[in-house]
């Protein structure tokens, strides 16, 4: 079981940074895949970025490439989201996930917090 808690978002402008940070309770922290996606109104669920349980390997989605980067802190059971150049499109729930397998997909995620608001105004 891992439970998961985002913080860090909120208001930002065009063109702001802003950097997201997941904790997460257990000790088999380092065993999962992490992931990030993000869902604004009226929108599916979106994948953003992916980090492997060791940390070496990430991926992202198309939108936030060369914008965004993942990191994570094993010894601190935390997942970092760091976001440059943000656009209001981007603006949306953020959330963390917990999973056994490096993948885009949502539903592979067994485990998810409860997001956080990022808001980018123009």
């Known amino acids: 079981q891992v439970q998961l808690v985002e913080s860090g978002g909120g208001l930002v402008q065009t063109g702001g940074s802003l950097t997201l940070s997941c904790a997460a309770s257990?000790?088999?922290?380092?065993?999962?895949?992490m992931g990030w996606f993000r869902q604004a109104p009226g929108k599916e669920r979106e994948f953003v970025a992916e980090?492997?349980?060791?940390?070496?390997?990430?991926d992202f989605g198309d939108s936030v490439k060369g914008r965004f980067t993942i990191s994570r802190d094993n010894a601190r059971n935390r997942v970092y989201l760091q976001m440059n150049s943000l656009k209001p499109e981007d603006t949306a729930v953020y959330y963390c996930?917990?999973?056994?397998?490096?993948?885009?997909?949502?539903?592979?995620?067994?485990?998810w917090g409860q997001g956080t608001q990022v808001t980018v105004s123009s």
């Open positions: 980090i492997n349980s060791n940390g070496d390997m990430t």
């Open positions: 996930a917990a999973g056994r397998i490096v993948t885009t997909a949502a539903r592979q995620f067994a485990y």
């Open positions: 257990g000790r088999t922290f380092s065993s999962y895949a």
